[in-house]
């Protein structure tokens, strides 16, 4: 059991670098494409509450937990269980986040290659040139998603070779902000826009009617994707963190800053939903359902877009899809980055090998998505709503009842002095080992119940 440091390892280079690592994997497609869409799926404002319990509550405690396993050993999610516990139980949790973290980058990719495409779609728009315009912005074009896929997946080894900390570490400082800048901008236009207020009204008041299993489990699993939980993602970013940072409270950041940015999203896409609606677009079927939920932020934003008409039109949806893309590059590398430690670490095969080696499995799986795009919500429901707590929920278990609390209060107090006393801390240790595992259980039992009614 004793801590194995590696130093040939990398480290993040300042405090800073390991946050805005960690917040640049936590946003991304789950904020701006995955958020509202749940929203507005499971009816609006009572899905945020549960969603804000379920980040609090869980998805903070757990974040906090992978980091501390990260750091203590140094090590990708296989190693670090490994190294920790000797019976193998462990292992298995690292085995199975390395699986859940492939298959959700398979169908990540997909998506990213949408944002891609769009600023082509919105070029071609602008210039009058329907035909293209309609081809690149065709969600189920299995060619045109096959491209886009490669391409982003070709950035995401590209930059798993090249090292996190040089330039996606200085580009995200600066770009990220004139994200959330174009966002508050387009909520301040469409709060102004016939149709919004309904959607103000459904995102912030909540019919509690509507909080039921299939909604917990959303918000469960949405919440572990969101803060990029549940596959060991934390545990790697972790293991390449220096001693002195405190942990309790980076983690704390990396949360608010994740909650904050998808609630800002949803707050431009709620009321933009129903701007199109009352634009005469379809958005729901005559059950009530929304008709795809995959397509609605890509149907209802470039709507908006157009509102705005012109060369500003232009600009708005270009800055915006390819502000979108990078937030994603800066999770999808966090996705790619664990399968490839593990096998780096592992099985002593050197970085580029392993990367285009891992990177060539996922691509397989992300090219058949990319020609049946109804794959998205199969592997949705599977690896991301009950994969992710499930890793979560053997996390929780792993630490508070294998490698036991105490010595995870020892690690924390590294940058951290006097955590032993500190009542978060006491506080931590307890959801850990009790509040954290009995939700997410919950939450499993109701499910399964539910299925076999
Ligand atoms: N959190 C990212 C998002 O919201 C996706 C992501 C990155 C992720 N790394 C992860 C999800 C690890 C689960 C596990 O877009």
Redesign the pocket.
């Known amino acids: 059991m004793a801590t194995i440091e590696t130093p040939s390892r990398g480290t993040w280079n300042s405090k800073l670098g390991f946050i805005l690592a960690a917040a640049g ?7 701006i ?2 958020y509202p869409t749940q929203v507005a799926d499971n009816g609006g404002a009572a899905f945020i509450l549960v969603y804000l319990v379920c980040c609090i509550l869980v998805g903070l405690p757990v974040m906090i937990a992978e980091i501390t396993i990260g750091r203590k050993t140094g090590k990708n999610p296989v190693g670090a269980f490994k190294s920790l516990d000797s019976s193998g139980f462990g292992a298995i949790i690292g085995y199975w986040g390395v699986l ?2 492939m298959m ?1 980058l398979a169908f ?1 990719l997909v998506i990213s290659g949408w944002t891609l495409a769009y600023v082509f779609e919105e070029i071609f728009k602008y210039s009058g040139n329907s035909e293209l315009s309609a081809w690149f912005g065709q969600l189920d074009n299995g060619p045109k998603n096959a491209i886009f896929t490669i391409v982003f997946m070709l950035f995401t080894i590209g930059i798993i070779n090249g090292g996190v900390s040089g330039g996606i570490e200085r580009a995200t400082k600066v770009l990220m902000p004139f994200l959330i800048f174009i966002l508050v901008a387009m909520i301040i236009y469409v709060f102004t826009l016939e149709g919004s207020a309904e959607g103000i009204r459904q995102y912030v008041l909540p019919d509690f009617s509507l909080i039921s299993g299939d909604l917990i489990l959303s918000a469960m699993g949405q919440a ?8 060991g ?1 934390l545990i790697t970013y972790g293991s390449y963190l220096k001693k002195n940072q405190n942990v309790m409270e980076s983690a704390t950041y990396v949360t608010v800053v ?1 909650i904050g940015i998808a609630f800002i999203a949803g707050l431009l896409v709620i009321p933009a939903m129903y701007v199109a609606l009352n634009q005469g677009i379809m958005i729901f079927g005559a059950d009530g359902d929304l008709i795809s939920s995959v397509a609605l932020v890509f149907t209802v934003l470039p709507q908006l877009f157009e509102n705005i008409g012109g060369p500003l039109g232009l600009f708005i949806s270009i800055s915006f899809f390819l502000l979108l893309g990078l ?2 590059l800066t ?2 590398i ?2 790619l980055e ?1 399968p490839v430690s593990y096998v780096i670490d592992e099985h002593g095969i050197k970085r580029k090998k392993a990367s285009l080696i891992v990177g060539g499995i996922v691509l397989f799986f992300a090219l058949i998505i990319s020609f049946d795009i109804g794959l998205i919500d199969i592997f949705v429901n599977i690896f ?1 709503e009950i994969g ?1 707590p499930l890793g979560g929920l053997m996390t929780c278990i792993f630490l508070g009842w294998v490698w036991k609390t105490g010595n995870a209060i020892t690690e924390l107090e590294n940058g951290m002095p006097g955590a032993a006393n500190s009542s978060f801390v006491k506080l931590w240790a307890f959801f850990i080992m009790y509040i954290c595992p009995v939700l997410i259980s919950i939450v499993f039992i109701t499910t399964v119940l539910n299925l076999i009614r």
């Open positions: 994997s936590a946003v991304g497609l789950g904020n494409w995955g859940c973290g959700i990540y572990f994707f969101s803060l990029s939980l549940g596959m993602a994740d937030a994603a999770s999808s966090s996705l664990v991301n992710l």
